[in-house]
């Protein structure tokens, strides 16, 4: 019998908000699993067991609570400490690739989704076992559980006889599943977030009388914000506070609680966390500093707070947060101890710093960037971005939504969500942290050119995430995003009064790829009437300095209403008191008129920006810079995203010649021989596993004796290549174990010289000679929190020198691969660069493709290079030339770094 999964241990959120805890079952479950039969009602126990049965024998017991792990498995729900419904496999006898499933539910926990979380962890377990389909016997009249097949998007199909339905349905993962995983999870997680975002009732736990406290100044924003419900002062040391009567404890307060907000020593956080629980609270803000961010001792305290609240049904901000606030006239909430509440607004923000976000908020207000709601996510114990995320996505106040970032939780979570709600709604973030050097041991090419840095731009990227470098960039971005449509395409207009900002505005946006086209000559002709003789108008519209707010709105106009801008930036220097005003208001005059989908930016270049008239949100939605630069940096990156949304989403290809049991048994008999810690493969094993996967390479042979390697050179026939065979050379060619283009009559001489290059060496590699062709480098390497990251570049001697090379995070889809290869510089070399001969890029697609299947299917490689790979005229493919891969022993084929399971966080 295999060992328990200890790894696989979730907290999942359920569809009515509530948390529950899914595992492996245990043999010693067995009295929990009988109390859960006698609380199923006779219903219930007839559509699990097709009879009434009173009882389960204790064989019966025994037998339903040891499995084996692998053939036979079981997952337990338990809310709180009672176990309240079971999911269980058996494979089949006959057919080892399919297996029974069924399900036990207390009627009482019947309609939350309990059914649809253990259909959703049974079916990961499976297909990392084997496991290609279950079936399931359902009985006519149990629709609840024909909903939860139906309702996770697998295609089945049913047979009845007898009155009992015979459902078949495939475990793999599609894009239906994936699809209704994702909606499940999201309207959970909202749901379990509402009490937080609105609750009815609040209470202050430390709230203070000292107005500068952090417990009085919450006091005092709650109740300033005009919070639309009830507000509970919790002190055992005062009878009011802020003249609202205060309770010694939560559970002392007459009414429900909602959401309590802690601030106390951390000490008594886990009484008020009980306290909070005994009363039905839904919901902690956390304000308290001194858990995980000081140490082990702190992280244990945050461990008992974070199960205390899950046995609770509790979502928790924080701990070491500044709080949240909500700016939705239906609630107006705000319990931070900010200075002052921000304007409504249509930007939901998110910061990991306590600290910083009080000066978010702060230089929010000043943009004028309007919130409809802030999180200070803090620690981030249970509640994270990636919730947030998911909230906002339904959020119908919500538009546009920036984050500060300054570790992932689960990235590869992180990634999924953005990836799908960034094709509605634009997420913007800072990630602090970006010069660290990864932690990585690196053992190959790839693993010395990847770092967390790459990983978390191949994941911005992949996901459609605007990345900016600073918090200032973080806000001309959102000003823009909040305010304007996104821009059709890369050309831009230029308006301004004087030409030397129209020269910094040209060079920024060109410097950022945009396209300042120049106007054709009926537009120019239409635009000339309004200005001066002295104006140029061929684009940047130079109107020179006498230019006031009828010309402003004549030109703008015209820009608008052609066809040969996607974006207008208006430039202005104000030449005279009261300037500005004027031509702010002919501006948003224009706009009012309507932009025909056009992006507009102003930029207003005056020296006193506290003279400057204040915008009206509602009259004006033009997002305004202090120079041309920030609005340049802003616009390319809503273009750029604004292409990301427009590109398709691409496909992970499936391909139907994969020989994946052969794969995997040169694994297990090379891990056998490897041991524990695994290590690198064999060539010929290594060589097994790229046939597998239908990945062309060179013939070759493993020798240890001249003699042997003029025999394989024979047999291999034509010019051959020998290559050391050594631990400790990774890099051949720098200590001279590798011979190129060797002829029959050099092949002994070869060897020696090669053989002789190591101290370590075991052997020689005898491969045959690939003449011609592009060097470029496919490679995998397994971050511990990423997941494998995927790379492709130029090849052979110049990947490290020159570092031309694209990473993305594993499994690729076809538009990834493609993107991948046009991205390196040296991609024009494979397109016939200056006449040069051209390379199969087809092939090359196919073979990322590929290579992403096989780290799909084979959790045990770790890292691999495939360097360099010959990429061949078009139409003649591939050949790799040079592979390393190392590998290591997987317990139940499980790795969390490479699953994210919707809804599901591991306990």
């Not at 609770?312 to 709080?323: E, L, Q, W, Y």
């Not at 200070?376 to 546009?400: H, I, Q, R």
């Not at 920030?630 to 809503?638: C, D, E, T, V």
Request: one cysteine or more.
């Amino acid at each position: 019998m295999a060992a328990y999964p200890t790894d696989y241990e979730f907290h999942v959120v359920l569809a009515d908000g509530g948390i529950a805890r899914i595992r492996p079952i245990k043999p010693d479950d067995a009295p929990e699993l009988d109390a859960l039969f006698h609380r199923m009602g006779r219903d219930s126990v007839y559509h699990r067991f097709f009879s009434h049965k009173k009882e389960l024998s204790p064989e019966e017991l025994e037998y339903f609570t040891n499995v084996d792990y692998d053939d036979r498995m079981a997952f337990v729900v338990e809310i709180g400490t009672q176990l309240v419904a079971v999911g269980r496999y058996d494979r089949l006898a006959e057919d080892s690739s399919l297996a029974e499933v069924a399900f036990g539910v207390e009627d009482g926990q019947q309609g939350r989704g309990l059914g649809t979380q253990l259909l959703t962890h049974l079916t990961n377990y499976a297909r990392n076992n084997g496991v290609e389909g279950f079936r399931a016997f359902v009985l006519a009249d149990n629709y609840a559980m024909t909903r939860v097949f139906r309702g996770a998007g697998y295609a089945m199909s049913r047979d009845l006889e007898e009155g009992v339905y015979t459902v078949d349905f495939p475990v793999v993962m599609t894009a239906d599943v994936s699809e209704a995983a994702g909606a499940h999870e999201q309207r959970a997680v909202a749901t379990s977030l509402l009490p937080v975002f609105y609750p009815k009732s609040v209470a202050i736990v430390g709230a203070s009388r000292d107005e500068h406290s952090i417990g009085g100044r919450l006091m005092r924003n709650i109740l300033s914000a005009r919070f639309s419900g009830t507000v509970y002062p919790v002190n055992p040391n005062a009878a009011s506070v802020s003249s609202v009567k205060a309770y010694p404890t939560v559970s002392a307060v007459p009414d429900p609680v909602d959401l309590a907000i802690v601030v106390v020593p951390a000490r008594h956080v886990l009484d008020v966390a009980r306290d909070c629980a005994a009363k039905g609270v839904k919901g902690m803000v956390v304000i308290s500093a001194g858990f995980s961010e000081t140490g082990e001792a702190g992280k244990a305290l945050e461990d008992e707070l974070v199960s205390i609240a899950r046995d609770a049904g509790i979502r928790v901000i924080g701990p070491n947060c500044m709080g949240l606030l909500n700016t939705d006239p239906a609630v107006r909430l705000d319990v931070t101890f900010a200075p002052a509440f921000p304007p409504q607004g249509n930007v939901g923000m998110s910061s990991q710093s306590g600290a910083l976000g009080i000066a978010i908020l702060d230089y929010a207000r000043e943009s004028d960037i309007g919130i409809s709601t802030f999180v200070s996510v803090g620690n981030k114990a249970d509640v994270s971005g990636n919730d947030l995320m998911l909230y906002w996505e339904g959020d119908p106040a919500t538009d546009v939504i920036l984050l500060y970032l300054e570790s992932f939780g689960h990235p590869r979570r992180f990634a999924r969500i953005a990836r799908r709600l960034a094709r509605s709604k634009p997420i913007v973030v800072v990630k602090s942290g970006r010069t660290a050097a990864g932690a990585r041991a690196a053992s190959s090419h790839t693993g010395a050119l990847a770092s967390v840095e790459v990983a978390v731009s191949a994941l911005f990227r992949q996901a459609g995430v605007i990345r900016t470098d600073t918090l200032e960039q973080l806000f001309e971005v959102a000003s823009l995003l909040a305010n304007q449509p996104l821009p059709k395409g890369r050309r831009v207009g230029i308006l301004t009064n004087a030409g030397g900002p129209s020269i910094l505005a040209v060079d920024a946006l060109e410097s950022e790829g945009l396209e300042v086209v120049e106007f054709s000559q009926s537009l120019q002709d239409q635009m000339r009437p309004h200005l001066a003789a002295e104006a140029a108008v061929r684009n940047p519209v130079d109107m020179i300095a006498s230019a006031g707010p009828e010309q402003y709105r004549a030109t703008l106009r015209a820009l608008l209403d052609s066809d040969e801008v996607d974006s207008v930036i208006v430039v202005f220097i104000p030449t005279s008191p009261g300037a500005l005003q004027e031509v702010q208001m002919a501006v948003a005059a224009v706009v009012a008129e309507g932009t025909a989908d056009k992006t507009i930016l102003a930029v207003y270049m005056e020296a006193d920006t506290n003279s400057r008239p204040p915008v009206s949100r509602a009259a004006v939605r033009i997002p305004q810079y202090a120079f041309p630069e920030p609005a340049a940096r802003a616009l390319a990156r809503a273009v750029t995203y604004s292409e990301w949304r427009e590109r398709p989403e691409g496909e992970v290809v499936e391909f139907g010649d994969l020989q994946r049991d052969q794969a995997q048994d040169v694994l297990e008999h090379a891990l056998e021989r490897l041991g524990e810690d695994g290590g690198w493969l064999e060539p010929e094993d290594a060589d097994a596993i790229l046939e597998a996967y239908g990945i062309a390479h060179a013939k070759s042979e493993i020798v240890g004796t001249p003699a042997e390697a003029d025999a394989a050179a024979e047999r291999i026939g034509g010019p051959v290549v020998l290559k050391v065979i050594s631990p400790t050379a990774l890099h051949k060619s720098d200590v001279g174990g590798i011979a190129l283009d060797v002829g029959p009559d050099q092949v002994r001489a070869a060897f020696d010289r090669v053989f002789a290059s190591a101290d370590d060496a075991t052997g020689v590699l005898v491969q045959e000679f690939v003449p011609g062709g592009h060097e470029v480098i496919i490679g995998m390497t397994e971050d511990p929190s990423f997941g494998p990251l995927i790379a492709f570049g130029l090849g052979g001697v110049f990947v490290e020198l020159i570092g031309d090379v694209s990473f993305r995070i594993h499994p690729l889809t076809d538009v990834d691969a493609e993107e991948m290869i046009a991205e390196v510089k040296s991609a024009r070399l494979l397109e016939g660069y200056r006449g040069g001969p051209e390379g199969d890029i087809p092939a090359l697609r196919e073979a990322l493709l590929r290579i992403s299947a096989m780290v799909d299917d084979l959790p045990e490689i770790v890292e691999m290079d495939l360097n360099p790979v010959k990429v061949l005229a078009p139409g003649e493919g591939l050949s790799v030339v040079d592979l390393r891969v190392r590998v290591r022993p997987v317990p139940h084929r499980w790795l969390p770094s490479r699953k994210d399971i919707p809804a599901a966080k591991r306990a």
